[in-house]
């Protein structure tokens, strides 16, 4: 759980692949935010555009040690940035397992993806190890410093 700045975490909490969605509220710096988890297995990314009404941020998660996978995610990626209901939402990606040897750096996960020729959405993509919560309130003030923009 995410409290006010600075930004730290309580504890860590081992998961499972998400089936469907969970959602969560989290407050940084008394601003609400309500997070939905949604599943990314093949079968369930048919349903991922009804989580998309009023939709302010994109969050993807990148297994950083996943090469094979990489343009799978590039593809997904960009039909979902293509949906209307998405044209004003920040994309925020975490490179997560940057802990692991021999994972992709964010550089090479950035041009994988093509991160640059998005030019319609603000995004940035921030290092990440989520066993150690290392690098996710950089990625959460980001979105902060976002919203104070708008």
């Known amino acids: 759980m995410f409290h006010a700045a600075p930004c730290s975490m309580n504890e860590v909490v081992h998961t499972s692949p998400t089936i469907g969605s969970n959602v969560e509220e989290i407050v940084i710096n008394n601003t609400r935010f309500l997070m939905w988890d949604i599943g990314g297995q093949e079968s369930l990314r048919s349903s991922w ?25 590039r593809e997904e990626l960009y039909k979902m940035l293509a949906h209307e209901d998405l044209r004003k939402a920040g ?60």
């Open 91 to 150: 994309l925020l990606i975490f490179a997560n397992k940057q802990d692991v040897k021999e994972c992709m750096t964010v550089a090479e996960i950035s041009q994988f993806l093509k991160l640059t020729s998005i030019k319609d959405h603000q995004w940035h993509i921030q290092a990440c190890c989520a066993l150690t919560g290392e690098g996710l309130c950089q990625g959460l003030e980001w979105m902060m410093s976002r919203l104070k923009l708008r």
């Open 49 to 73: 555009n009804t989580y998309y009404t009023n939709t302010e941020f994109v969050i993807v998660v990148v297994d950083s040690t996943d090469r094979e996978r990489i343009s799978v995610t």
